[in-house]
Every structure is written in structure tokens, then in C-alpha cells.
């Protein structure tokens, strides 16, 4: 499958400095930062800067560098939010069944309560 990515999306324009971002962390490959509208008291978006629409895309297509680079940036975030002991979720929507809203991979990083079991059940 080819990807195309959509250099006008919100984390696109945020990584161009187009667009404020309450900054977690940053690194030469990755950028941390609050989501603006968090669904636990720890909601922290994980980015690469490079241009990948989803998870498997950057997979695919990232150097070793960015896809260590943006695993260690996940876990210094978790332990910079103090989520070690209490536990927390990473989530990363792709496409439509994921109900991605946003086109450039993130990851979800959730935690600072209990988060409730991972799926409700559907049909
Ligand atoms: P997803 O549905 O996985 O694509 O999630 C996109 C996330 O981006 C949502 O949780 C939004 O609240 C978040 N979001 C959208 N715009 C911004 C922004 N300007 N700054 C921080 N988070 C944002």
C-alpha cells in the first residue's frame, strides 16, 4: 500500500511551529505534547517528526534512529508523568475502523486513574 501523507494536518502544522503545543518532551526525532482535550489527568501525544500517517506506515518507513528514538521518547514520558507505578495505556488509532482523526501517527499515552477495561464490547 502507498501512503499519502497530508502535510496541512494539526500535528504537521504544530511541528512547522504554525501552532502552539503544551510540549512534554522533544527530541531530535519525536515531539511529546498535552492533548487539548485530555480524556484522563495524564493525556500526552507522542509524534514523530518525520512524515508517517500511521503506526505500520512508519514501521515501514522510518530509519532505526526515529523508531528507536520515538520508543524511548514514549517511555521517558511515562516515567516524566509518574505513571510508572500507577499503570497507564498506549493507544495508537490508524484509519477508519481506528477512527483516526488525525493523520500523522500518534500514540496515546494514558494514565493518572483507572482507564476501565480496554474495548466495550460491540457488535
Ligand atoms: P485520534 O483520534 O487518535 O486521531 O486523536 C487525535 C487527538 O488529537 C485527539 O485526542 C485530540 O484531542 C487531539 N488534538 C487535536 N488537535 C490538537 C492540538 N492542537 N493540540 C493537542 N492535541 C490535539
Redesign the pocket.
Known amino acids: 500500500m502507498a501512503y499519502t501523507y497530508d502535510d496541512q494536518n ?1 500535528f504537521a502544522k ?1 511541528l512547522r511551529g504554525e ?1 502552539p ?1 503544551a510540549t512534554v518532551l522533544e527530541t531530535e526525532h519525536t515531539l511529546a ?1 498535552r ?3 485530555p480524556q484522563a489527568p495524564v493525556h500526552v ?1 507522542v509524534i514523530p517528526k518525520g512524515p508517517y500517517v500511521c503506526y505500520d506506515h512508519f514501521a515501514l518507513e522510518a530509519s532505526d534512529a526515529e523508531i528507536v528514538d520515538f520508543n524511548r521518547a514514549v517511555g521517558d514520558v511515562v516515567k516524566a508523568e509518574g505513571l510508572q507505578e500507577g499503570g497507564y495505556r498506549i493507544i495508537s ?1 490508524a484509519g477508519e475502523a481506528g ?4 493523520p500523522h501517527l ?1 500514540v ?1 499515552v494514558l494514565g493518572g486513574r483507572g482507564l476501565g477495561r480496554m474495548l466495550q464490547r460491540a457488535g
Not at 477512527?99 to 488525525?102: A, C, F, T
Open positions: 494539526i504544530i501552532i503545543n505534547f492533548d487539548i482535550q501525544l488509532n477512527v483516526q482523526e488525525v500518534h496515546h
